[in-house]
C-alpha cells in the first residue's frame, strides 16, 4: 500500500514501527502543516518527551558540522540511535535553500542508526520554530535516542529553537570576533557549553581565557549550572589528529546528568512545551480566525476601513477576537 | 515538498571530482525557490537513494562528466525501485553523446539535460514533473 | 583614457554604442590609443624578447630559433593501445607526448578496486597500476630523445617513480629524461579536486619531487603551475592569471623554506595556461603573467639566474568553450584559440579536437587538430617574426589593466593569511563558483553568445563517430594486475610499504625509496594507500 494511501493514524503507526519512509513523510507533512498534520502528531506526541535533545548553534565556517560528524560517532558507539536536524539559511529572495550540511556526515550516510534531515530556514506557514519543534517530536516518536539540532544562531527565529533542546552549545572558533557578537545577541546566557573550535588557532588560548572570563563574571547567584568552555579540533585530516571531542560528549553528558539531579529537567521540559504550546496556539488561533474571515470578504473590509482612518487595526482585532473566541462570556 | 518547496537531491556518483555544473545547477534550482541538498562526489547510488528517502526528497538529480552515465544510471533506478522510490523524478546531466539519450531513458531515467541546456529548460520540468509526480 | 572626446565639439561617433564588457568583467572601449604608451619606458616595462622582463618572449628568437612544441594529449585506456597511439602521432609530427590519467589512477586507485568499477581506462586517460603498465605505456620510445608530459597530481610521486625506474632498466640516464609532471596541488583544492592528503603534506609531496627532479633530472620539469583548471571551473581570464601566479609564489616560498636553492629549482618551474575565447585578452593575460613573474622572482625572491625569471608556459585550447551541438563549429573555435596562444608566446600547444565535447577523439578528429597547429605554423605567417603584437595599443592597455587587477587580488589573498588560508577559507572555490554562475547566467540571458548554443541553435542529427571503448578492457586490465600480483615477492612489498611509511614520517625525500617500491611491484593504489594513512584524507566543505 502506497504510502499516500494511509490514513494519519495509520501513518502515525508506520512511524512508530520504524519505516523510516514513513517517517521521512510524516516529517514533510508537518513542515507543511498539511491537513492532518495534527492528527498525526496527537498519535505521536504519547511517543516522544523522552530523547536527549542536544541543540548547537554557531556561525558557517566555525566547523559545527564537523564537531556534529564525531559526536554521532561517539552516541553510536554508545549504542544510541541519532537524528539530527540540519538548518541552513533559506535566501530571503527565492525563499530557495542550498543545505549543504549533509556532505558534513558522509560517514554516517549509510548507517540506518542514524536519521539526518536538513531544513531551509523559511516558507513554513508556521515558521521555522514551529516546524523544528514538531519535525523533533516526530523524530523522537521514531525512536532517536538522541536528537541534534543544528541551526546557524542567527536571527530570532533560530535562537527560538535552542528552547527545544535540553543541553545547548554555541560553536565559535578563535579570531572570527563571534564570542563578541554572540554576547549581543543573547545566546550566550543560553550556552550551556561553549565550544571553541579550530583550537590549535593562533589565539586560541586568548580567547579560551577571555570566553571564562566572560562566563565567570556572567553567572547570577545560585547553585546553577556553570557554562563550561571546552577547546576542540573537529576538522583534521587524521582521526587521532582530532580533539576534544571526548571531553566535549563528556560534558554533554555531565550537564545532562546535572538536569536530571537537580530535577532541572522537569523545568527544561515544561519550557519546551510551553515554548510548543505558545508556538501551536498562536498558529491554530490565526487559522482560525482567518479561515472564519475567509470569503466573507470581512478582512479586505476592514482593511479599508483602517486604510479611510475610521478604524485602527487594534480595534479591529479586539472585535474579531471577541466574535470567535468569545472573550466577554469568559470572564 | 517542505515548506511547500521542491526538495532535490544534487550529487556526482562515481569517482568523477568536476562539480562545476552540479553548483552551478544548485544555485540555479535555490535562485528558482527550491531546496537543493547538496550531496557532493564520490556518492554510490545507495547512498543518493538513502539520502533522497530520509529528506524525502521530490528529485533526484545527478551530474555525468566521464562516461559514467550508461553504468550508473541503470543501478540508480534499480536502487531506486527497490526501495519504493517510483514517485521520485531521477533527472540528470552533464556531458554525454546524445546517441545514448535513448538509452537511458530506456533504463528508467526521466530526463536529461546535456551541458548547454538553458536553466529555463531544466527548472520548468522538474517544476512541472516533481508536483505531477506526486498526486 | 576617454578617446570618446574630440576636442573641436564634433558628434561623438562612440557615444551612443552599447558598451562591451570581457570576460573578466573589463569593459572594453570602441577605441584605444598612443596614449596608453605615455608611461612605458620601453626598455624597462617590455624589453627584448628573451631578457628581463620577457614580456616579449621567454626566448630570444622563440620561434624563429624553434617552433613551439606540439604538444597533443593522446592517451588511451589500455596502456598498450595507448603506445600505438603516441608511436601514430608521433609519426604524423607531434614533437611532444601529453598522457592522461584514468579516472581511477587520478583518484589512487587500482583497477580491481570496488570504486574503479565502470571507470578503469575511460574518458582518454590511461589505466597505470604498476610498472608494468608504464614499461607498455613507453614501449618503444626513446626516453632521450621525446619529451613527455604526464598529467598526474596527488599520484605524482608514485608516476614518477615509475619512470625513473623505466630509465634505469632501459639503461637511459636521469639526467637524459625530459618531460612535465603537473604535480600542482594547490588547483586541485581550487578547481579539479582531485587531491587526497590535505595541503601541507601535499606540498611537501611537490618539495620532494622539485628537489629529487633539481638534483637527478635536470632536464624534466617537476611542476606544471595550472591555470586551465582554475578557468574551466569558472575562473575568469584575469582570475586565471591572478591564482595560477599566486599559487606560483606559494611553491616558491615553500621550497626557499624547505632549504632549496632557488636558482636551482625556479628554471624547472613551468606553467600550464588556457588559450581562452577572447583573442587579444589572452595575448594580454600571457604577457602579464610574463612580466609579473619576472619582476617577482627577481626582485621579491630575490632570485639570480636569469632562467629562474622565465615564465615557460604549455597551453590548451579551451575545452569547456567547446559545444556538443554543431560540433564542427568547434574547429573554428580551436583555431582562434590556438593562434591566440601562439601570438601569445607559448612553448607549447595543445589544440582541443573537435569532438571532444562528447568523448575522446577519433583518429580523423585528434588528426585535424594537429594540422590545425601544422598549418599555423607553416602557413599564416604567425610565426614569422617574433611577438608581433608588441605595440598594439588594445594589447598593452589590456596587458596593464590585467597586471592591476592582479595586484589587487595578490593583495587579497595576502590579506586572508596567504593561498592555504584562502583554501580553507574557502575563497578561490568562491569566486571561482561565482563567476561560474555569473557566466551561466550571462549565457542564458542572451549577453553572451555562444553560436549553435543560445543562437543559431538547430535540431541536429549527430552523424559524427565517436570512439568506441573496449568494452572487455577493464576485466582484462584487472585479470592482468591479478597476475602481475601473484609474481612479487609479498615480503619484499611489505619491507617497501613499510619504507615508504617511515619516510614519509620523517620527512625524507620519498622519492628513492618510491622507485625501489615500484620495483617491486608495488601498486600506484597501494602506494597511495600507506601515504592516506600517514598523511591523512582531506575533506572540503562545499562552497558555491
Known sequence: MGIKDLSPKELAQRVLSGDRRAAARVITLVEDQSDNANEMMKELFPHTGRSMIIGLTGSGGSGKSTLIDHLISRFRAMGKTVGVVAVDPSSPFSGGALLGDRIRFQSHSMDDGVYIRSMGSRGYLGGLARATADVVRVMEAMGNEVIIIETLGAGQDEIDIIHVAQTCLLVLTPGMGDDIQAMKAGIMEIADLIVLNKADLDGANLCLRGLEAAVHYGLGEGPGWIPKVMPTVACASKSIDVQGVDDLVKGIMEHQEFLYETRKIDEVRANRIEQELGLVFKDEVEKVVFAGLKGTGKKQGYIESIRAGDNDPYSVVEEVLATFLKVENLE | MSAGKIKVILSKVGLDGHDRGAKVVASVLRSAGMEVVYLGMFQTPESIVKAAIDEDADVIGVSYLSGEHLVFTPLIVQEMKAQGLEDVLFVAGGSFPPEDIPTMKAMGIDEVFRGGSLSEDFVNYIRSRAGEKEA | ?544
Not at chain 3, 622563440?62 to 617552433?67: H, N
Open chain 3, 1 to 544: 583614457m576617454n578617446h570618446n572626446e574630440h576636442e573641436d565639439g564634433k558628434v561623438d561617433p562612440y557615444a551612443g554604442l552599447d558598451p562591451v564588457v570581457n570576460m573578466s568583467g573589463l569593459e572594453i572601449e570602441p577605441l584605444y590609443g598612443p596614449d596608453v604608451f605615455e608611461e612605458t619606458d620601453f626598455a624597462r616595462d617590455m624589453g627584448r624578447p628573451g631578457e628581463y622582463p620577457f614580456v616579449r618572449g621567454v626566448y630570444p628568437t622563440m620561434y624563429r630559433g624553434r617552433p613551439w612544441t606540439i604538444r597533443q594529449l593522446m592517451s588511451l585506456g589500455p596502456p598498450q593501445e595507448c603506445n600505438q597511439r603516441i608511436h601514430h602521432l608521433v609519426n604524423m609530427g607531434a614533437t611532444g607526448i601529453s598522457l592522461c590519467l584514468d579516472m581511477p589512477t587520478i583518484m589512487g586507485r587500482d583497477s580491481d578496486d570496488p570504486m574503479a568499477e565502470g571507470e578503469v581506462g575511460r574518458c582518454g586517460g590511461v589505466a597505470i597500476d604498476t610498472i608494468q603498465d608504464m614499461r607498455d605505456l613507453l614501449a618503444g620510445l626513446d626516453l632521450s630523445k621525446i619529451s613527455i608530459n604526464f598529467v598526474s597530481n596527488s599520484q605524482s610521486t608514485v608516476i614518477l617513480a615509475m619512470f625513473c625506474a623505466l630509465g634505469l632498466e632501459l639503461g637511459t640516464d636521469w639526467e637524459l629524461l625530459s618531460g612535465t609532471m603537473q604535480n600542482d596541488i594547490l588547483k586541485e583544492y581550487q578547481a579539479q579536486k582531485s587531491y587526497y592528503f590535505p595541503p601541507e603534506p601535499s606540498v611537501r609531496l611537490i618539495l620532494d619531487t622539485i628537489a629529487f627532479c633539481t638534483r637527478n633530472l635536470p632536464k624534466f620539469n617537476p611542476i606544471s603551475i595550472s591555470g586551465y583548471h582554475l578557468a574551466s571551473a569558472g575562473a575568469t581570464p584575469i582570475q586565471e592569471l591572478a591564482f595560477t601566479l599566486s599559487n606560483g609564489f606559494y611553491y616558491v616560498e615553500k621550497a626557499i623554506e624547505a632549504g632549496l636553492d632557488i636558482d636551482e629549482f625556479a628554471p624547472r618551474l613551468s606553467f600550464f595556461f588556457k588559450a581562452h575565447n577572447d583573442f587579444f585578452e589572452n595575448v594580454a593575460k600571457f604577457r602579464a603573467a610574463r612580466r609579473i613573474w619576472a619582476r617577482t622572482m627577481k626582485e621579491k625572491f630575490g632570485a639570480r639566474n636569469p632562467a629562474s625569471w622565465r615564465f615557460r608556459v604549455h597551453t590548451q585550447t579551451s575545452g569547456s568553450s567547446l559545444t556538443a551541438q554543431q560540433m564542427e563549429n568547434n574547429i573554428i573555435r580551436t583555431t582562434v584559440q590556438a593562434l591566440s596562444a601562439v601570438m601569445a608566446g607559448t612553448q607549447s600547444l595543445h589544440t582541443n579536437a573537435h569532438d571532444e565535447a562528447l568523448s575522446i577523439p577519433t583518429e580523423r578528429s585528434e588528426k585535424l587538430a594537429l594540422r590545425t597547429q601544422q598549418i599555423l605554423l607553416y602557413e599564416s605567417g604567425a610565426a614569422s617574426t617574433i611577438d608581433p603584437l608588441a605595440g598594439s595599443y588594445y594589447v598593452e592597455a589590456l596587458t596593464q589593466r590585467m597586471e592591476a587587477e592582479c595586484e589587487d587580488i595578490f593583495r587579497t589573498i595576502a590579506d586572508m593569511g596567504g593561498v592555504v588560508a584562502g583554501i580553507e577559507k574557502g575563497y578561490f572555490q568562491r569566486e571561482i563558483a561565482e563567476s561560474a554562475f555569473r557566466y551561466q547566467e550571462s549565457l542564458e540571458r542572451g549577453e553572451r553568445v555562444v553560436v549553435g548554443l543560445n543562437r543559431y541553435v538547430e535540431e541536429e542529427e549527430t552523424e559524427i563517430q565517436l570512439r568506441e571503448v573496449d568494452p572487455d578492457f577493464e576485466k582484462n586490465k584487472i585479470a592482468a594486475l591479478k597476475a602481475f600480483k601473484e609474481q612479487r615477492d609479498p615480503e619484499q612489498i611489505r619491507k617497501r610499504a613499510e619504507e615508504l611509511r617511515s619516510v614519509c614520517e620523517s620527512g625524507e625525500n620519498v622519492m628513492p625509496v618510491l622507485i625501489r617500491a615500484v620495483q617491486e611491484g608495488m601498486t600506484l593504489g597501494e602506494s597511495v594507500a600507506q601515504m592516506k594513512d600517514v598523511f591523512g584524507v582531506y575533506r572540503e566543505q562545499a562552497i558555491f
